[in-house]
Structures are given as structure tokens and as C-alpha cells.
T-cell receptor
């Protein structure tokens, strides 16, 4: 069965600090990986995704993530956070299988609070 | 291009009632997935529809059902509501024809409160 673990449930940073949010997944085969963000009062938005190729992927608003297959990880990073990055961040996985069609498995989410 | 829309946005029901939620996908998207979001359980997959057929289903009781119409719009129904069904119900759409490399785009959700 697929599962996703996000290690940090609540992160508090000051503006300009660097961010790294951990995400590990459990699945024996090939995966698609996603980070979504939910700003206060808004719907889930795609930050970035990995399907194949370069394991370092860049997304919107200066975010990037690195897929490390040997560690089953897909950590999200941003070199310098802004107050507007305050939001909840979700890592999600879709395993390559006909039984996983249309099915994303989400981590529990990480609430990021950026202090001005 | 318009995003995923969901109606209604808010709903209050009492235990034992049933409810129907609606989702209109992005134009051209044929796959619709439904999720339940609660503080305790997080985001959980309910089911996915493509070309009016349920292709995948999560681990929810039979009280949760859905359907999809020929224009790809989808509805989900919850019968005999329980207090624990209070949640944000999210709908996501994707092309549905890209094999395994699909990106889901989410709607704003319907917040259901069961009293």
C-alpha cells in the first residue's frame, strides 16, 4: 500500500530564512510526486510535480524539490521565504498502477508560519 | 480557462439526511476525483470517475457514492449522514488520458457540517 509521511507538522520561520520540508513515501514501484499548497481561505494549488527525468524540479514562487529515489524522498525547498508563503503544504504520491488511477495519497500536511 | 468549480460551497445537514455535491471539471478534462479533508484524517481519496465510469474507489462505506455525466460533470452523494461526515469535500479534475502522468487540479471544495 502507498503511504506518505511529512515529518514537520508545524514550522515557524522568519522572513528570509531558508525552508526545507521533508516528505517520504512508501511504494515499491515508480511514482509520480507532487507538492500542493493551500493558502488561507484558498483551494489547493499545485506547486510542482515530478514525473520523470531531472530529479531536481522547479515550481512556482521560487520553490524546488529534489527526488531521491534511494531514500524514497521528495523534499521541498525554498532559499528565502516570504510572509506570503504562510500556508499549509501537502506532499502527494501517485503510484504507477492501474489500481491507482486518479488516486493521490497525501501526507498529513505541514503548516508553515512565516513571521514578518 | 475556468478552473474546477464546486457547488454548493457550504452546506449544513442533520444526521440521517442525505446530500449531493456537484463538481464541474476544467474544460476538456474527463477525469474527476473526489477527496474528503478532515483535521484528523487529512486528505483521503474517495473515488475517481472517467467517461461516466468509476475507475477507482477508496476505503469509504457504501453510503458514499458518485456518478459522472456525459459532459464530465460529477456528483457525489452521501446518504444517512453521520456526524463524522463533517468535512471539506474536494473535487479534482485531470485529462484522464495521459496514462499515469496525470496532474490533478482542485476545486475550492464544499464544506459540509452535519449536526
Amino acid at each position: 500500500a502507498q503511504s506518505v509521511s511529512q515529518h514537520n507538522h508545524h514550522v515557524i520561520l522568519s522572513e528570509a530564512a531558508s525552508l526545507e520540508l521533508g516528505c517520504n513515501y512508501s511504494y515499491g514501484g515508480t511514482v509520480n510526486l507532487f507538492w500542493y499548497v493551500q493558502y488561507p481561505g484558498q483551494h489547493l494549488q499545485l506547486l510542482l510535480k515530478y514525473f520523470s527525468g531531472d530529479p531536481l524540479v522547479k515550481g512556482i514562487k521560487g520553490f524546488e524539490a529534489e527526488f531521491i529515489k534511494s531514500k524514497f524522498s521528495f523534499n521541498l525547498r525554498k532559499p528565502s521565504v516570504q510572509w506570503s508563503d504562510t500556508a499549509e503544504y501537502f506532499c502527494a504520491v501517485n503510484g504507477f498502477s492501474s489500481s491507482n488511477t486518479g488516486k493521490l495519497i497525501f501526507g498529513q500536511g505541514t503548516t508553515l508560519q512565516v513571521k514578518p | 480557462k475556468a478552473g474546477v468549480t464546486q457547488t454548493p460551497r457550504y452546506l449544513i445537514k442533520t444526521r440521517g439526511q442525505q446530500v449531493t455535491l456537484s463538481c464541474s471539471p476544467i474544460s476538456g478534462h474527463r477525469s474527476v476525483s473526489w477527496y474528503q479533508q478532515t483535521p484528523g484524517q487529512g486528505l483521503q481519496f474517495l473515488f475517481e470517475y472517467f467517461s461516466e465510469t468509476q475507475r477507482n474507489k477508496g476505503n469509504f462505506p457504501g453510503r458514499f457514492s458518485g456518478r459522472q455525466f456525459s459532459n464530465s460533470r460529477s456528483e457525489m452523494n452521501v446518504s444517512t449522514l453521520e456526524l463524522g461526515d463533517s468535512a471539506l469535500y474536494l473535487c479534482a479534475s485531470s485529462l484522464g488520458t495521459s496514462g499515469t502522468q496525470e496532474t490533478q487540479y482542485f476545486g475550492p471544495g464544499t464544506r459540509l457540517l452535519v449536526l
